[in-house]
């Protein structure tokens, strides 16, 4: 679907991009991340790399924290599947965060990371038996059911294990969260969650099982988010779910609003976290007030995205009469968000020196498949050997990278205030075929 949207010329400006983003900046004309030189990383490390900053995650993680303060219980949950690098992990698990994670996977990374179990909420649509055992038996702080038939397997399992399990019911509120219908899980005909006509019903057949304690209500509404209304529209509809709940006598700890926050890629102006608490505090200190109720959120692409960049290096300029394509040597198996969704991310040069007369470009790899590009028609002046920075490439960026036409994954640094450190190291060819026989 990617290749029937058009995309008009863009033009970025390069020092107008990293404007607002925390902790990227150039100095004399070349790309810092957290004051770490990108020229000092690439001959270092070699591209394609995946590069992040640990002081703008934290700067992002501690954006929810303070602008919530007005709460009295708040956990940050942030969601492990945007970047679940095990150094990310530990950076936000030493910062207090709590963890949204959508599987067993995930659930061993942050406590391999250091996290704690306590503070981690469990999302996802298909959990098994299985799954729910290993979560109970680590102690996990709430499961977030999707369907009726997972409560019952939850207190079966729960019940056999001898063990209680906390369980907040994802309501889907039928907002629309007017983001990319991929990315778009509140809907009515979304495969997420219960439907809010059933949440009543859910609740009171969760509240006569064994073994199942409830404690929260929990929804995630979509993804990129720049708009405010459709969080505030879905609180509102919790609410008045809320006020049955306890009239019936089902009390609950904690709502749980999800992640979704967008961020800027390229020209969207999406809403700040400041702005979006602002517009849920009053609904939320009147919750805590009434109920006592917690707020609980799980932030992924606000906390990571813009903590990180792809650089990549030109390799061949291919000018044709139709187009001009710059082949790097990153393409969608490194990153595939341009090529599953459509996404538009700022590509910007490493090195501001160069002087070739702009022309332009699509940034395109060189997997055999046309829907390989990562950015179109950009305004850029290139030349062979130039190495390139993809923006907002620390969320959904290496944790959706696959090994297509056999191309081992990149290697992922940490920057930290003039400090760095490899987080992950680049695959080597032998990583790609280990565990195959002939
Ligand atoms: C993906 C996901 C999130 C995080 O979404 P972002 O848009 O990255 O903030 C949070 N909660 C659930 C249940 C998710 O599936």
Not at 19 to 43: G, W
Request: net charge negative; charged share 20%.
């Amino acid at each position: 679907m990617a290749n029937d949207i058009e995309y008009p010329i863009l033009t970025l400006e390069p020092t107008a991009c990293v404007a607002d983003l925390p902790f990227i900046d150039y100095q004399n004309n070349t790309l810092f991340i957290d004051n770490v030189s990108t020229k000092t990383l690439t001959q270092t490390y070699g591209t394609p790399l995946y590069v992040y900053s640990k002081n703008a995650l934290l700067a992002n993680y501690q954006a929810y924290v303070e602008s919530f303060n007005a709460l009295n219980d708040v956990h940050i949950c942030y969601a492990v599947k945007s970047n679940s690098n095990l150094a990310i992990l530990a950076t936000l698990a030493n910062a207090g965060a709590g963890f949204d994670i959508v599987s067993i996977g995930e659930l061993a990374r942050v406590l391999k990371a250091g996290g704690q179990a306590q503070k981690v909420v469990y999302s996802g649509v298909g959990k098994t038996a299985d799954d729910i055992a290993t979560a109970l038996n680590a102690g996990i702080g709430c499961f977030n059911v999707e369907a009726i038939s997972e409560i019952k397997l939850i207190s079966e399992v729960a019940t056999k294990l001898g063990k209680v399990a906390p369980i907040a019911l994802r309501i889907n509120p039928d907002v629309d969260a007017k983001t990319h219908p991929y990315i778009s899980t509140g809907l009515k005909d979304n495969k997420f969650g219960i439907s809010h006509d059933n949440a009543i019903e859910a609740y009171r057949f969760a509240k006569n099982l064994p073994s199942i304690e409830i404690v929260g209500i929990d929804c995630h509404i979509g993804s990129q988010l720049t708009q405010i209304q459709p969080f505030v529209d879905t609180l509102d509809k919790f609410a008045k779910l809320i006020d049955e709940l306890f009239a019936i006598g089902i009390s609950l700890r904690h709502v749980d609003l999800g992640g979704g926050l967008g961020v800027r890629y390229t020209n969207e102006n999406p809403a700040s976290v400041s702005e979006y608490a602002n517009a849920l505090l009053p609904k939320l200190l009147d919750l805590q007030e009434r109920y006592g109720l917690g707020l609980h959120l799980e932030p992924g692409r606000n906390i990571s995205a813009n903590a990180g960049v792809l650089l990549t290096n030109v390799d061949v300029l291919k000018p044709t009469e139709h187009k001009n394509f710059a082949i790097v040597d990153a393409s969608m198996s490194e990153l595939i968000r341009p090529a599953l969704y459509g996404s538009v991310m700022a590509v910007i040069p490493t090195d501001l020196a160069n002087d070739t007369t702009p022309q332009v470009w699509d940034i395109v790899g060189s997997v055999c498949e046309s829907s390989d590009f990562l950015a179109k028609n950009r305004t850029l002046s290139l030349q062979v050997g130039d190495t390139l920075a993809i923006t907002g490439a620390g969320a959904y960026g290496f944790v959706m990278a696959s090994n297509y036409n056999t191309r081992p994954r990149p290697a992922e640094i940490l920057c930290d205030n003039g400090t760095h450190r490899i987080v992950r190291e680049r695959e080597t060819l032998e990583c790609l075929w280990q565990g195959e026989h002939i």
